[in-house]
């Protein structure tokens, strides 16, 4: 089974959502679809960046790195060197 690490961004609202999960489809239509979570508030949600492990570690690893950025402007350089490492 494969884990990903993923970034939501909401356009609206300017804010990006860091987390892990096994089913990425999923989890994206929790984020826009639930009425309790915190997120609800700043949906739509679209993912700007995802890694897969084969490790659920090493994915719960990189989301901690991606949360310890704290920074927009951080978070947008990192998600900007994984895109510019896929083209």
Not at 16 to 26: F, K, M, P, V, W
Not at 46 to 66: C, L, P
Not at 69 to 87: A, C, D, F, M, P
């Amino acid at each position: 089974m494969d884990y990903i690490t993923y970034i939501l961004f909401s356009l609206e609202h300017d804010k990006y959502y860091i987390g892990q999960t096994n089913d990425l489809e999923r989890r994206l239509n929790q984020h826009n679809d639930d009425k309790k979570s915190w997120t609800r508030k700043y949906k739509p949600w679209i993912v700007v960046y995802r890694n897969t492990h084969s490790v659920r570690a090493d994915a719960m690893k990189e989301e901690k790195y991606i949360k310890s950025l704290k920074n927009k402007e951080r978070i947008k350089q990192y998600i900007s060197g994984w895109r510019s490492s896929v083209l």
